[in-house]
Structures are given as structure tokens and as C-alpha cells.
């Protein structure tokens, strides 16, 4: 795929949705933090629905830490690998109090220091909290990259650095987040909706149910 043909595509995205975000319900950086890493391996539906009830009354480190291991498994029960995520938060946020201040850092290696938090949440952390360019490969990008040849890899980490080569700078805060709401509402993994798809006419996918695009937007940023 050309430069050209991708500058359009991000245009196309940019012109469906000007303000692209997660989906992740939030309202502090730590908040978010908690969020992702509870969305591993989860729909960020039932995120929201546990989170819903967390942090109304557990939004911070030191709230958390006063709930305990069994109080925070309790409000997360709901969510997969619950158990193991819960342990990670309570070690996170006893790191956050004693290292950060109490504050998530706005700093790839100290992110990745903090248990259950590896290079994919890391990314969107640095992404929707603080503004950096970086972009999180999930399987939506991983699928959508290569299906459309936007950036071609046989690994994520490959992926995400191709498609930070190729992405022109004016789109790269927001290409996360078009390309993840692109891969779950339109490109899906067993049958993609090519033909509602604004970028149709430009993947080089060759198993495309239609050919024209239409012009129904993304889902819409809040």
C-alpha cells in the first residue's frame, strides 16, 4: 500500500469521527489504567458494568488498597481471569503509592514495571492519558492492518511499528483508536461489513464481501 492511499484512508477515518476515544469508562489517568488492565482477555461492556460500581466508591490507589484483595475481587467478579487481575491492581497500586506518589507515571518503563501491565496497555495508557502518539496493537488492529495491507506483521509489536513508520504524524494520536473501532464495528474477524465500509475502495483486502464503500461513519468518539 502507497503513502497516498494511506493518507486517504486516515482521512476518511478523521472526517467519520473527528474525536476518536476509547470505549473505557474513566475519569482519572489511574482510572484508566485500572480499566485496561481489566479489559484483558473482556469487552469493555463488562468493564464498564463492574467499573460502574468500583470506582464510585474505590477510585484511587489508597481506595483500592482500603478494599483489600477479597473487596476488589468481589466489585470485578464479573469479569474474566478476575482473581489474577485483582492481585495485579492491589500490587500496582501499593507500587503507585510507594514509587509514583499515588500517580500513574507518564513513562513507558515505569508502566511496565507495574504488574499486569505490559506493552499493549502501556500504549493506550500513554495514549489516552497523556496524549502520547503511540499505538496499542489489540487483535481488532492486528486484523484490520493486515487485512487491509495498512501494515503488514506476523507479530503485534511488528505491526504497531510499521504502522508508526507509515502513519502520517497528523494522524498518529487518533489512528489507535479509528483502526480499533474500524476492526470491532466494521472489519469484524468472521465476516467484515465491506459494504458499509468508508475505506472499501482502498483496502487491498481480496475477500471483500462489496466493493463500494458507503457512507456511514464509524461509531462515534465521545
Not at 499486569?116 to 500504549?123: C, E, H, I, L
Not at 507479530?155 to 473501532?181: G, M, N, Q, Y
Request: charged share 25%; glycine share 6%; with cysteine.
Amino acid at each position: 500500500m502507497n503513502s497516498e492511499k494511506r493518507a486517504e484512508i486516515f482521512r476518511r477515518f478523521r472526517q467519520a469521527n473527528p474525536h476518536p476515544t476509547t470505549e473505557l469508562q474513566y475519569s482519572t489517568p489511574f482510572q484508566l489504567l485500572v480499566a485496561v488492565i481489566l479489559s484483558a482477555q473482556a469487552t469493555d461492556k463488562s468493564v464498564n458494568a463492574a467499573t460502574a460500581r468500583l470506582f464510585p466508591i474505590a477510585g484511587t490507589p489508597g481506595a483500592i488498597l482500603r478494599l483489600g484483595l477479597e473487596g476488589l475481587s468481589e466489585h470485578i467478579r464479573t469479569i474474566g481471569l478476575y482473581n489474577n487481575k485483582a492481585r495485579n491492581i492491589i500490587a500496582t497500586c501499593q507500587i503507585l503509592l510507594e514509587r509514583h506518589d499515588g500517580k500513574v507515571p507518564d513513562d513507558r518503563e515505569a508502566l511496565q514495571s507495574l504488574p499486569g501491565v505490559g506493552r499493549k496497555t502501556a500504549n493506550v495508557v500513554l495514549n489516552t492519558a497523556f496524549g502520547h502518539p503511540t499505538i496499542a496493537v489489540d487483535t481488532h488492529i492486528f486484523r484490520v492492518a493486515n487485512r487491509t495491507r495498512l501494515a503488514t506483521g506476523k507479530t503485534p509489536l511488528a505491526v504497531e511499528k510499521r504502522l508508526l513508520r507509515a502513519t502520517p504524524s497528523e494522524f498518529l494520536h487518533d489512528a489507535h483508536h479509528w483502526l480499533i473501532l474500524h476492526g470491532r464495528y466494521v472489519c469484524k474477524a468472521r465476516r467484515p461489513e465491506c459494504q458499509r465500509c468508508i475505506i472499501a475502495d482502498l483496502c487491498e483486502y481480496r475477500g471483500k464481501t462489496a466493493s463500494e464503500p458507503s457512507a456511514l461513519p464509524l461509531a462515534p468518539g465521545r
